[in-house]
């Protein structure tokens, strides 16, 4: 729907004595066809609730969407985990290492089963200092004993 379309329904709910609020509970509430129209509602605080709606009605799309409005990259994430976009989730990982986000960088590489991307953030965070066996001899021995 485009914007001039949006604004006159906004426009309409009004009028017709809807609050802001109402107007947001409308179109929150089942009717996520009307999300555009949440564009001229720029506030986080709806963004989110949108995608609290999204999530309950089954609509990834809106979900990622609203998330990435609220910047939510936690979330985000994991969208991507339980969706299966793994080409997204790389490039989640990126963006969590332009944040300096240690954490998000670590849950990023664990989604993606990349053990050497956790290797070197844990490194880098100095997690791994002083331990006087390296890592991949850790994996060697769990191998080994029948562990892994």
Known sequence: MESWAGAALLCFLHHTG?????????????HLASAALLQELDDKETWHRLGVEA???????IVEYSYQKT???????????????????AKMLKISEMRNDVMGSFHNALYL?????????????GALSGHSVPPQSI?????????A
């Open 18 to 30: 809807w609050t802001a609020a109402e107007s947001q509970g409308y179109l929150l509430s089942g």
């Open 55 to 61: 999530l309950r009605q089954g609509n990834h799309q």
């Open 71 to 89: 910047k939510n990259f936690e979330r985000l994430s994991f969208l991507y985990l339980i969706t299966g976009n793994l080409e997204k989730l």
């Open 113 to 125: 089963g990349d053990i050497r991307e956790r290797i070197r953030i844990l490194e880098d965070a």
């Open 139 to 147: 994996v060697v021995q769990r191998r080994n004993t029948g562990l």
